[in-house]
Antibody
Framework: EVQLVESGGGLVQPGGSLRLSCVAS????????MSWVRQAPGKGLEWVAN????????YHVDSVKGRFTISRDNAKNSLYLQMNSLRAEDTAVYYC?????????WGQGTLVTVSS | DVVLTQSPLSLPVTLGQPASISCRSS???????????LNWFQQRPGQSPRRLIY???NRDSGVPDRFSGSGSGTDFTLIISRVEAEDVGVYYC??????????FGQGTKLEIK
């Protein structure tokens, strides 16, 4: 069974930093592109970033470019999202997702709240 | 970026009746490999999104056959043949053809009348 477990969310002040983690199990992590997707409270879904199997190719949505960085450690079956210069509009539940025919499996999400 | 427009945004349905959700794209979603990367997701209250349909009409494993997807080019439809209580939630279409970024529709909230 595919499992994706996110962690690292919490309350952070504007301008602060946070690092999200996603631990994968139930599939060969190193064989798949992986994504981060977020959902602001009461709002829709927004794709944030993705990364290829060996980490050599990454893409980020324009609104987070220069502030967020996706990375992975295949030895640890883990995906990360380093978030710097956080803004109130980054408040959301952040999901990691396995890409199989685009977004196939999702974790339960971790809540990031940016507020003073 | 590709804009996906869903309609309706709110869908009250009687149990056992069909439901239909439209998703229209600002440009054709046919990819260079000939595939059309249009997916449908269900998000039940308090849960993570779950993919129902990929590449327009392919049902994911474990998805009841009352869910079906159709369409081509810029116009796509999700149909639930007979709505059940467990189908309550928000439904999103998503395109993975013209990326980055992947983009989603605004969501359609299905409720029982």
């Amino acid at each position: 069974e595919v499992q994706l477990v996110e962690s690292g969310g919490g309350l952070v002040q504007p301008g602060g930093s946070l690092r999200l983690s996603c631990v994968a199990s139930g599939f060969t992590f190193s064989s798949y592109w992986m994504s981060w997707v977020r959902q602001a409270p009461g709002k829709g879904l927004e794709w944030v970033a993705n990364m290829n199997q060996d980490g050599s190719d990454t893409y980020h949505v324009d609104s987070v470019k220069g502030r967020f960085t996706i990375s992975r450690d295949n030895a640890k079956n883990s995906l990360y999202l380093q978030m710097n210069s956080l803004r109130a509009e980054d408040t959301a539940v952040y999901y990691c997702a396995r890409q199989l025919e685009r977004l196939r499996d999702w974790g339960q999400g971790t809540l990031v709240t940016v507020s003073s | 970026d590709v804009v996906l427009t869903q309609s309706p945004l709110s869908l009250p349905v009687t149990l056992g009746q069909p439901a239909s959700i439209s998703c229209r794209s600002s440009q054709s979603l046919v990819y260079s490999d000939g595939n059309t990367y249009l997916n449908w997701f269900q998000q039940r209250p308090g849960q993570s999104p779950r993919r129902l349909i990929y590449k327009v009409s392919n049902r994911d494993s474990g998805v009841p056959d009352r869910f079906s997807g159709s369409g081509s080019g810029t116009d796509f439809t999700l149909i639930i043949s007979r709505v059940e209580a467990e189908d309550v939630g928000v439904y999103y279409c998503m395109q993975g053809t013209h990326w980055p970024p992947y983009t989603f529709g605004q969501g359609t909230k299905l409720e029982i009348k």
